[in-house]
């Protein structure tokens, strides 16, 4: 066995068979290998489903209160790196469909590349309903997934070389709620790998229903905000400092929106109705200019506006060790 895919969870009930199903036949076409369900403490029947397939491994996370996305993350690869002679790991969310030719490419990638640490695929949005999936799938059109070439991350997952991820310590920051993906890219680089997509298909991704306003406050209220602060705390001092500050842009969104803030504020100290009104409006026609439409244009206001407050949620917000192993219940199917 070289291979694990490691599908991170919580409540994917409508979900899970097909990620379970597409993950298994696309081990299949590379020889076989593991499949390991990390659960952050469903309550539906995610489990239940899971445990339907033979040899499916399920790790279950022991304390809720330590759910992240970063948590999730690392228990899937810390469950895939216990079993001897894995050599690549991909990361799938509970959502995801993998395509049945994805690992056998990837392989074969990685193979002419020693310098590469993962290489990544094409992403589908399928549920574009919502106007967060609606602009994911417009950015994968100019410079998300559907470009080839190296990148500084590999959001929606990837097939990683698992000696590349124990040369920098761990795969995901259990302390990170959002961003995992370009916190491990940014460790990887300052050690010296690359990372890359190339231009197959990999994932079609089902994405939340959840309206795109309503996601923003439910990631307020629920601190899920914070990933761009903890993403700087956690490499404030590190080697990877570095790649984190000249290549973050929700560090530089933060930037522009705190001198906004500031700006306002200075107008309305000095009574300036006319000044703080163009202030106002003066990122709106902005964005809506480069967005071409003045609905998207609000609705990036609003996310850079969010950005801003979760960096701040963020810094302030304790951290454990990064590296510490996550406590998990092994929920295997008997006979596993």
Known sequence: MTVAVGIKALNEAAHIDAAIGSARAALDRVGGGLVVLADSGSSDETIKLAQAYPGTRIAQLADPA??????????????????????YFYLLDGDMVLDSSFLEAGIAFLEANPRHAAVGGRVREVNTDSIEFELRARN????????????????????????????????ADRNLHAFEEYELGARLRADGWRLARIDVPAVEHHGHATGGYQLMWRRLRTGYAGGPGEVIRAAWGRPHWSQVLRGFAQLRY?????????????????????????????????????????????????????????????????????DAPVRARDLSAPGR
């Open 66 to 87: 330590e759910r992240s996305c970063g948590t999730g993350a690392q228990l899937a690869f810390q469950a895939a790196s216990e079993t001897p002679g894995v050599d």
């Open 254 to 322: 933060s930037v522009i929106v705190y001198g906004w803030w500031l700006a306002m504020l200075v107008a309305l100290a000095m009574g300036q109705g006319i000044a703080l009104l163009a202030v106002v409006l003066l990122p709106v026609v902005f964005l809506t200019m480069r967005r071409r439409s003045l609905r998207v244009g609000i609705y990036s206001l609003v996310t850079w506006n969010v950005i801003a407050i979760g960096m701040l949620q963020g810094l302030m917000r304790a951290r454990r060790p990064a």
């Open 140 to 171: 994968d059109r100019v410079k998300g997934s559907a470009v080839a070439g190296d990148v500084d991350r590999l959001d929606c997952g990837g097939l990683y070389r698992v000696a590349a991820v124990q040369r920098v310590g761990h795969f």
